[in-house]
């Protein structure tokens, strides 16, 4: 939008010197001269930096321009060899390359004379606009209180809760995680729904999170019963505000194909339940399989070993905190440095793949 500043007009208002000149220099009576000369001032006060100025004459099919001299805050040209009579004047000034002010006006050139010239100059609108992207980060809080339920693949090795707890608070992240673990021996989803051990557990504290972990053979021998449970338990959970989280367990160590049927179990379980799946299965295959010679399974080929449940807390931790797995310093008891190492960048690996 263009706009007229008056102040500027009035300053602008341009005096052309036009004629031929004196009888020392005389020039041609076909044509005249039209000196140009005026102040930027009134728009350097607005922080206009004028950079260049073009002056262009017509007069039928004539045509004639000609570039500004801008210097010392004024903005100056002739123009020489004139023929005499009507011509359109157009004077444009920039900034770099935008246009911030021109006007036109008529100007007579009769040789010998002088005349007076009135230039309106308009002042493009020298405002300008800002468009602002805004990328917004949701900083979700970290989970300080977790309730494990499951059977003896959460209480193996001392209590995936405690190794869970030890792993956090040794990864240099200021994390101060309460953990309870509510297991028995066999126990399925069903045992846990229809005890009221479990369910004062899951209502009685203000928990962030609540893993739910089934009977290792359950969501692959009864699907739907697995997901029965699974929705009933989420049921109560979401009453009290918490997470339900589905804690992915393991194929048995002679039949690593387990694993297909175990993953869509819970991952089906997830979805019907919109909650966290923590795929600590899917990664402890991806480890067993591996060259790398580590044992995962304790004697009975179904139960975790410490280098088992040290996998599966690497995973909760890089699940749940969305953190680094090998960032941390704690090594679980009867697992080696190498061991620790390997578990905790295979961990990293794998989700970053996934």
Not at 261 to 276: K, P, S
Request: hydrophobic share 40%.
């Amino acid at each position: 939008m263009k706009k007229y500043l008056y102040l500027l007009i009035v300053i602008l208002a341009l005096i052309f010197m036009v004629g031929c000149e004196d009888s020392t220099n005389p020039i041609s009576d076909e044509s005249g001269s039209l000196p140009i000369e005026f102040s930027l001032a009134p728009l350097e006060e607005l922080d206009v930096d004028v950079t260049s100025g073009i002056v262009k004459l017509s007069k039928g099919d004539l045509e004639v321009e000609r570039s500004m001299l801008i210097q010392d805050s004024n903005a100056s040209v002739t123009v020489d060899g004139l023929e005499p009579g009507i011509w359109d004047l157009l004077v444009q000034l920039y900034s770099n390359e935008y246009l911030v002010a021109e006007g036109n006006a008529q100007v007579e050139i009769l040789p010998g004379q002088e005349s007076e010239v009135n230039l309106t100059l308009l002042i493009n609108d020298i405002t300008g606009s800002v468009t602002i992207n805004v990328d917004w980060e949701i900083v979700e809080a970290l989970p300080s209180r977790i309730l494990f339920i499951g059977n003896s693949y959460t209480y193996y090795n001392n209590g995936l809760d405690n190794m869970l707890r030890e792993y956090a608070s040794s990864s240099g992240q200021d994390i101060e995680l309460e953990t309870l673990a509510i297991t028995g021996g066999g126990m399925t989803l069903e045992n846990h729904f229809n005890s009221q051990n479990t369910i004062n557990a899951i209502q009685s504290e203000a928990w962030d999170i609540v893993v739910l972990q089934e009977q290792s053979q359950m969501p692959i021998l009864d699907t739907e019963h697995f997901l029965t449970y699974a929705t009933k338990l989420d049921s109560v959970i979401d009453l009290t505000g918490a997470q339900t989280c589905f804690f992915m367990t393991w194929a048995r160590e002679y039949d690593q194909s387990q694993i297909e049927g175990l993953a869509a179990a819970y991952n089906q379980a997830g979805q019907e339940c919109d909650a966290i799946v923590v795929p600590v299965g899917q990664v402890f295959n991806s480890v067993f399989v591996d060259d790398y010679e580590i044992n995962l399974y304790a004697g009975d080929g179904s139960h975790p070993s410490p280098q088992g449940s040290y996998l599966a807390s690497a995973c909760f931790y890089r699940k749940l905190f969305n953190l680094p797995a090998n960032e941390t310093s704690f090594v679980a008891p009867n697992v080696t440095d190498a061991d620790a190492e390997y578990i905790q960048e295979s961990v990293e690996e794998w989700f970053a793949h996934n």
